[in-house]
């Protein structure tokens, strides 16, 4: 069939790599000039199975009653006058009911596991190379109830066919040493083996390349103003051009991966998404020469759990990513949320780069209140879905891309 993808992130960019392998004719609608310029730009970097429990857990509404009012909480709740966001806002309070959490992170576990799987299959088949890491992810605990609890969560994972392993803080020293200055805050940790990191702007960049090779079609600088239906089927896109000239895109079926913007683009054929956009921050600070060997910055991907940060090493930079703020589409940069990136960061390795030379960036994860992804074929037989995955579109972008072609 001949396809069109919106989107040119990580997520699209799979998911018309994994239709082209299948024998379709694909093309791929982005507005920005190159793929994975927006939420995949800056991203943690974790390509991470050991973290799919979600933002919506038990624990969620006590945590955002604590963090009401500071600037530099983790989870941060903008109220607005948007109806969107507040139902949004019920429906995650929902899902942090025990047995939903329970069912979202069975869901997310099967589905990172499986891109983590697909991932690894597409490196081997096409050699792509993105400051990869395979040493694994250390989950560190600096607060004596986050590791009491990471005990019953490593059972769990552990039950369900991970090898992740609880760790004393000497223990968490000799996989990272770089944490031997933190090691005295530390309660204990858990290493995730088999997890991953890299970059996932260069792994777009270059699986756009490979797809290309595949007869994949970019077009880059076009925005989408609308999709339209006829007969009960999608019949058209329409498209601001490289030029700025509205355009008619037809095709014989349509895969929306336009991340937090999907929303907007669909509600005009009555598509309702329970997608909001959370802001998230990244900092990428340049390693100091001799930061390799002597320890000065990590080279195991880290996941702060108190500060819910996480921290990968991509090539000569450190990526400092996380924090959840949800104030609607706005995308600028609040300085106070990216210092207190730095600081943390430096707290747990001060001698890993200097902090004026930090480079700031945010960006809208495509949040539903599950953190489960949408994917699949939409109330219009033509028009499938792959969108919504929140805070792990890279984790899961691999899988979810297979899983859609397979669909298709």
Same mark, same amino acid.
């Given at each position: 069939?001949?396809?069109?993808?919106?989107?040119?992130?990580?997520?699209?960019?799979?998911?018309?790599?994994?239709?082209?392998r299948?024998?379709h004719?694909?093309?791929?609608?982005?507005?920005?000039?190159?793929?994975?310029?927006?939420?995949?730009?800056?991203?943690?970097?974790?390509?991470?199975?050991?973290?799919?429990?979600?933002?919506?857990?038990?624990?969620? =509404?006590?945590?955002?009653?604590?963090?009401?009012?500071?600037?530099?909480?983790?989870?941060?709740? !903008?109220?607005?006058?948007?109806?969107?966001?507040?139902?949004?806002?019920?429906?995650?309070?929902?899902?942090?009911? =025990?047995?939903?959490?329970? !069912?979202?992170?069975?869901?997310?576990?099967?589905?990172?596991?499986?891109? !983590?799987?697909?991932?690894?299959?597409?490196?081997?088949?096409?050699g792509?190379?993105?400051?990869?890491?395979?040493?694994?992810?250390?989950?560190?605990?600096?607060?004596?109830?986050?590791?009491?609890?990471?005990?019953?969560?490593?059972?769990?994972?552990q039950?369900?066919?991970? $090898?992740?392993?609880?760790?004393?803080?000497?223990?968490?020293?000799?996989i990272?040493?770089?944490?031997?200055?933190?090691?005295?805050?530390?309660?204990?940790?858990?290493?995730?083996?088999?997890?991953?990191?890299?970059?996932?702007?260069?792994?777009?960049q270059?699986l756009?390349?490979?797809?290309?090779?595949?007869?994949?079609?970019?077009?880059?600088?076009?925005?989408v103003?609308?999709?339209?239906? $006829?007969?009960?089927?999608?019949?058209?896109?329409?498209?601001?051009?490289?030029?700025?000239?509205?355009?008619?895109?037809?095709?014989?079926?349509?895969?929306?991966?336009?991340?937090?913007?999907?929303?907007?683009?669909?509600?005009?054929?009555?598509?309702?998404?329970?997608?909001?956009?959370?802001?998230?921050?990244?900092?990428?600070?340049?390693?100091?020469?001799?930061?390799?060997?002597?320890h000065?910055?990590p080279?195991?991907?880290?996941?702060d759990?108190?500060?819910?940060?996480?921290?990968?090493?991509?090539?000569? !930079?450190?990526?400092?990513?996380?924090?959840?703020?949800?104030?609607?589409?706005?995308?600028e940069?609040?300085?106070?949320?990216?210092?207190?990136?730095?600081?943390?960061?430096?707290?747990l390795?001060?001698?890993?780069?200097? =902090?004026?030379?930090?480079?700031?960036?945010?960006?809208?994860? =495509?949040?539903?209140?599950?953190?489960?992804?949408?994917?699949?074929?939409?109330?219009?037989?033509?028009?499938?879905?792959?969108?919504?995955?929140?805070?792990?579109?890279?984790?899961?972008?691999?899988?979810?891309?297979?899983?859609?072609?397979?669909?298709?």
């Amino acid at each position: 069939m001949k396809i069109v993808v919106l989107g040119a992130g990580v997520v699209g960019t799979a998911s018309a790599w994994y239709l082209a392998r299948a024998g379709h004719d694909v093309t791929v609608l982005d507005r920005q000039p190159e793929a994975g310029l927006e939420t995949s730009f800056a991203n943690g970097g974790q390509v991470s199975v050991s973290h799919a429990e979600p933002w919506a857990n038990p624990t969620a =509404p006590f945590k955002l009653l604590q963090w009401l009012g500071r600037e530099d909480a983790p989870l941060l709740f !903008r109220p607005r006058a948007d109806l969107g966001q507040w139902v949004w806002g019920m429906r995650f309070l929902y899902e942090c009911l =025990p047995w939903r959490t329970r !069912r979202n992170t069975e869901a997310a576990f099967a589905l990172a596991s499986y891109s !983590r799987d697909c991932l690894r299959e597409l490196r081997r088949d096409t050699g792509i190379r993105y400051h990869e890491s395979e040493r694994g992810i250390l989950h560190i605990y600096t607060e004596r109830g986050l590791f009491e609890h990471a005990h019953r969560e490593v059972a769990r994972l552990q039950a369900r066919g991970l $090898d992740v392993q609880i760790k004393s803080p000497g223990e968490c020293v000799a996989i990272e040493p770089a944490l031997a200055h933190a090691k005295d805050r530390l309660f204990g940790g858990a290493y995730a083996a088999t997890d991953e990191s890299g970059d996932a702007h260069v792994f777009t960049q270059r699986l756009a390349e490979l797809a290309r090779e595949r007869g994949v079609h970019f077009r880059f600088n076009v925005s989408v103003t609308g999709i339209e239906q $006829d007969a009960g089927r999608v019949s058209r896109v329409v498209i601001d051009d490289e030029v700025g000239i509205e355009e008619s895109v037809r095709a014989d079926a349509y895969v929306v991966s336009l991340g937090s913007y999907s929303p907007l683009v669909l509600r005009g054929i009555g598509i309702s998404l329970p997608i909001y956009p959370v802001k998230g921050y990244s900092i990428t600070i340049p390693l100091v020469s001799g930061a390799q060997p002597d320890h000065r910055a990590p080279t195991v991907s880290i996941t702060d759990h108190a500060r819910k940060i996480v921290i990968a090493r991509l090539g000569g !930079r450190l990526r400092v990513a996380g924090t959840a703020e949800l104030a609607g589409y706005d995308t600028e940069i609040n300085e106070v949320r990216c210092r207190a990136l730095v600081n943390r960061c430096l707290e747990l390795f001060p001698e890993a780069g200097n =902090p004026e030379d930090a480079q700031y960036w945010t960006g809208l994860r =495509p949040a539903t209140p599950s953190n489960l992804p949408i994917i699949g074929r939409s109330r219009y037989p033509n028009l499938y879905l792959n969108t919504g995955h929140g805070t792990l579109g890279w984790t899961m972008a691999c899988g979810a891309a297979r899983a859609l072609a397979d669909i298709v």
